[in-house]
């Protein structure tokens, strides 16, 4: 027996959106018929590529992009009907900021919440809340252009939380951070997470789709290819260990093409490699790495490093889609 209706906030079924064709472009597809569902307090991720179709499908179910087909129910509620009623409901952090800088933080929450038409009585209860659950009460008073990248962030995301949403939508939420801003912001929203709140959020970072999301739906040129939960995809799609190789320059191609054609280059099956050179190494897939690097030395290869490691989701979207995560 599948969830109850009220425990499923998003249905898509064949959804789709086509941009008509312009003087200066063709006809585009973003979302290609997918279907999918989220469930309350879940965590998902759409996982791909800039260009994949994960920012146009969040514009659909925030109800700020009209689909071209299929059916969407948000919150229970169709987007072309109830676009005003799903908005009130929804938390969204968009990929650019949209602060008014010049205002300072707690402003910002302020005006945010009278968007909503919540009472000032409760703006300011709410705001002292979200100022420290963003750590962000000893900068209530600063001008918002004082504050660094990740303090920004985190305001955005403690902003859309004012009028306590049902879900909360984040599109790229780390894009351009350093890597302690991102770690910041991660805790940030794990801690959401534990609270039980819904979270769908878009991503092209391996190591945040498994940091904080439950399920995961890899998307291609506007099509869902895998889902499943990060474990549950590394399982399926890749081998238990991964060689990574790096060759001298000038013999690197030569040498990635003669793997790819050798034995090891089958097809990732526990009897076998999958042999996958990029432009800096070349990936052997295999059940057995330190085994996959004998047979190299075998064939006279002479790599200049050498590295097993465990299979990632990178990996993962590798496979399904040939390109890298940050392509």
């Known amino acids: 027996m599948g969830p109850a209706d009220d425990e499923i906030l998003v249905r898509a079924v064949g959804l789709t959106k086509t941009y008509p064709a312009r003087a200066d472009l063709p006809e585009f597809q973003a979302v290609d018929g997918i279907d999918f569902e989220l469930r309350r307090g879940e965590a998902v991720g759409f996982l791909g590529p800039n260009g994949a179709g994960k920012s146009t499908t969040m514009r659909m179910i925030a109800a700020t992009s009209p ?21 009130a409901r929804l938390g969204v952090v968009p990929q650019d900021d949209a602060l008014d800088r010049e205002l300072t933080v707690r402003e910002n929450l302020y005006i945010y919440g009278r968007y909503f038409r919540l009472k000032r009585s409760t703006i300011r209860s709410r ?26 962030r985190r305001l ?7 009028n306590t949403p049902d879900m909360v939508l984040l599109d790229e939420p780390t894009t351009g951070l350093d890597p302690q801003a991102r770690h910041v912001l991660w805790d940030r929203l794990y801690r959401l997470k534990q609270e039980g709140v819904t979270l769908l959020l878009t991503t092209h970072y391996m190591d945040e789709a498994e940091q904080l999301c439950d399920r995961l739906m890899v998307i291609d040129h506007g099509r869902i290819v895998a889902q499943g939960s990060p474990r549950e995809l590394i399982g399926t799609h890749a081998t238990r260990e991964v060689l990574e190789l790096r060759f001298p320059l000038e013999v690197a191609e030569a040498a990635g093409a003669k793997l790819r054609h050798s034995a090891l280059g089958g097809d990732g099956s526990d009897n076998g490699a999958r042999v996958e050179p990029l432009p800096d190494r070349v990936l052997v897939y295999a059940a057995d790495g330190e085994a996959a690097l004998a047979a190299v030395h075998g064939m ?6 050498a590295l097993v490691r465990r299979a990632t989701l990178e990996d993962v979207f590798l496979k399904l889609t040939g390109r890298s995560l940050i392509d």
Do not use: C, N
């Open 300 to 305: 006279g290869l002479v790599p200049l490093t």
């Open 67 to 87: 689909r071209s087909a299929g059916t969407l129910r948000v919150l229970g509620l169709d987007p072309d009907t109830h676009g005003s009623a799903i908005r």
């Open 156 to 162: 955005t995301i403690a902003r859309s939380l004012i």
């Open 127 to 152: 705001s002292g809340e979200l100022l420290d659950f963003a750590q962000l009460r000893d900068k209530a008073d600063s001008p918002v252009e004082t504050l660094s990248g990740g303090m920004r």
